[in-house]
Nanobody
Framework: QVQMVESGGELVETGGTLRVSCTVS????????MGWFRQAPGKEREGVAT???????RYRDSVKGRFTASEDNANKILYLEMNSLTPDDTAMYYC??????????????????????????????WGQGTQVTVSS
């Protein structure tokens, strides 16, 4: 049984730094693409970052240069390091396991060519989320 457990979300000030984690069990972690998503109150869920099985990463424009996705294959943990946080980053953050073609699809979504409904089927086994709140 696949389990994804996010942690590390908390209240931080604008300009602050935070790292959230996603601990994975029940699958061959290093062979799969992984994704980070977020959902703010009253807004649609959006893709934030993806990392493929070679460690290549892709990000939505609004977080490029501020967020970094990485993974610890030995311990099956996915990380999202977030710097220069703003109130617009306030959201519930989720991790998900990518299926075949997930990273390519996410890249097209970040480029504005695909919508959320195009990428969501490419990700399975979602976690329960961790809340990140950035105070103004």
């Amino acid at each position: 049984q696949v389990q994804m457990v996010e942690s590390g979300g908390e209240l931080v000030e604008t300009g602050g730094t935070l790292r959230v984690s996603c601990t994975v069990s029940g699958l061959a972690f290093g062979d799969l693409a992984m994704g980070w998503f977020r959902q703010a109150p009253g807004k649609e869920r959006e893709g934030v970052a993806t990392i493929d099985n070679d460690g290549d990463t892709r990000y939505r424009d609004s977080v490029k240069g501020r967020f970094t996705a990485s993974e610890d294959n030995a311990n099956k943990i996915l990380y999202l390091e977030m710097n220069s946080l703003t109130p617009d980053d306030t959201a519930m953050y989720y991790c998900a396991v990518g299926t075949s073609g997930a990273c390519i699809t996410m890249g097209r979504y970040f480029a504005g060519r695909f919508d959320l409904e195009d990428i969501t089927p490419r990700f399975a086994s979602w976690g329960q989320g961790t809340q990140v709140t950035v105070s103004s």
